[in-house]
Nanobody
Framework: QVQLVESGGGLVQAGGSLRLSCAAS????????MGWFRQAPGKERELVAR???????YYADSVKGRFTISRDNAKNTVYLQMNSLKPEDTAVYYC??????????????WGQGTQVTVSS
């Protein structure tokens, strides 16, 4: 059974940092597309960042220069380093994995989400 488990969320003041982790189990995702999404109350889920199987990254304009996505294939884990956090970054953050390694495409597996709250 494939599982994606996020951790690292919490409450932080504006300007602070958090690092989210997404540990995968049940299959190897070392060559798969991985992504981080977020959903704020009353808003649709949106892409934050993604990384291809080959390590190419893509960021939403709203987080470019502040967030960094990375992966540790040996640990079957993907990370999201979030710096200079703003109150508008408050949301539930979800990890997702695709079956292919291309940067763009659909996601087939999703985590349960972790709450990030940024206070002003």
């Amino acid at each position: 059974q494939v599982q994606l488990v996020e951790s690292g969320g919490g409450l932080v003041q504006a300007g602070g940092s958090l690092r989210l982790s997404c540990a995968a189990s049940g299959r190897t995702f070392s060559s798969s597309r991985m992504g981080w999404f977020r959903q704020a109350p009353g808003k649709e889920r949106e892409l934050v960042a993604r990384i291809s199987g080959g390590g190419i990254t893509y960021y939403a304009d709203s987080v470019k220069g502040r967030f960094t996505i990375s992966r540790d294939n040996a640990k079957n884990t993907v990370y999201l380093q979030m710096n200079s956090l703003k109150p508008e970054d408050t949301a539930v953050y979800y990890c997702a994995a695709g079956l292919s390694g291309s940067l763009f495409g659909s996601y087939d597996y999703w985590g349960q989400g972790t709450q990030v709250t940024v206070s002003s």
